[in-house]
């Protein structure tokens, strides 16, 4: 099968040498022109990715990439198994449901256990805030964070900011509003991070029960009502009450969440005529988003965003092996 060409290295592109990090961890982490390097490089597999009926490339040909998910996914899993591959990477999952976690054994011994398999890069899934960094600290390769409890999920809100910056031009004073069970959100979190250092001004709509009290920090506004935090807006990204990892009853009913808080055709309105819809998913329809926003075909980035995935899972797989393939790099 012919191998599709990607014009030269983006560091060249670019002018950057040195992607300085030897794990993706958290949004915290990088520097907006590192930001803005992986959306550029992202950015380049979007165009591989839409335009190529073969999409094969075989920069991580010999390697081998675990994808470790301790918590459900559908399209963080599936968008890194499926760059990996067309990075041409051995991909193994390894799903927490069917392995010796459930037979008592440490996330220690766990990661111990994959970093003696020789892996070259590791993508981690884990429910607990910080356990992904705490295997970061134990194994010899890349570690990418695919989602740790509240704390983090930097793939998505990079693919996010990939999707704003195509659809958008840019992101320097635009208004985003991320809407929703804010508390329980490390997509939230990624994105307050990774949005307003690329210059957008980001509110955090929620009631005040799922609201945390750090959105100022994290670079966000903090709004109460959504009539006040979608006025004007230019993109409104709505999240999923996350039912799992609530403690107690945060709200009084998804009934009356949504007429308070769902997005609407009619509470639309008050955004910009032109605003982007997204979601991370997965949606809840009638609850956080009814289907005619969801599905409209004009205002919906949806389905762009899970398309963006891969593009960043290959940018960030890409980027974080060049020290490990003798390229420039951190080795
Ligand atoms: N957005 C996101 O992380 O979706 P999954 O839980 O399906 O991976």
Known sequence: MPEVII??????????ALFPHRHLLSIADLKPWEIRFLL?????WAKVNRGNARKHDGRLAGMTQINAFFENSTRTLLSFEIAGKRLGADVVNMHAGQS???????????????NAMAADVIVIRHASSGAVALIADMVDCAVLNAGDGWHQHPTQALLDA????????????LIVAICGDIL???????????????GAQVRAVAPPTLMPPEVGMLGATPCYRMDEGLDGADVV????????????????????????YG?????????RPDALVMHPGPMNRGVEISSNVADDPDRSAITEQVEMGV????????????????????S
């Open 263 to 271: 997005l609407t055709p009619e509470r639309l309105a008050i955004a």
């Open 184 to 198: 329980h959100s490390r997509v939230a979190r990624s994105n307050m991070l990774s949005l307003s250092a690329l």
């Open 7 to 16: 014009p030269s290295t983006s560091s060249e592109l670019t002018g950057r």
């Open 237 to 260: 990204m709505m999240l999923r009450l996350q039912n799992e990892r609530m403690d107690g009853a945060f709200i009084p009913s998804p009934r009356e969440y949504h007429m308070l």
């Open 40 to 44: 550029d490089e992202a950015e380049q």
């Open 162 to 173: 990939l999707t704003i910056r195509r659809r958008k031009g840019g992101f320097e004073g």
């Open 100 to 114: 010796s976690v459930k037979k008592g054994e440490t996330l220690i011994d766990t990661a111990m256990t994959l």
């Open 311 to 330: 593009a960043v899972r290959m940018a960030c797989l890409d980027v974080l092996t060049r020290g490990a393939r003798g390229m420039e790099g951190w």
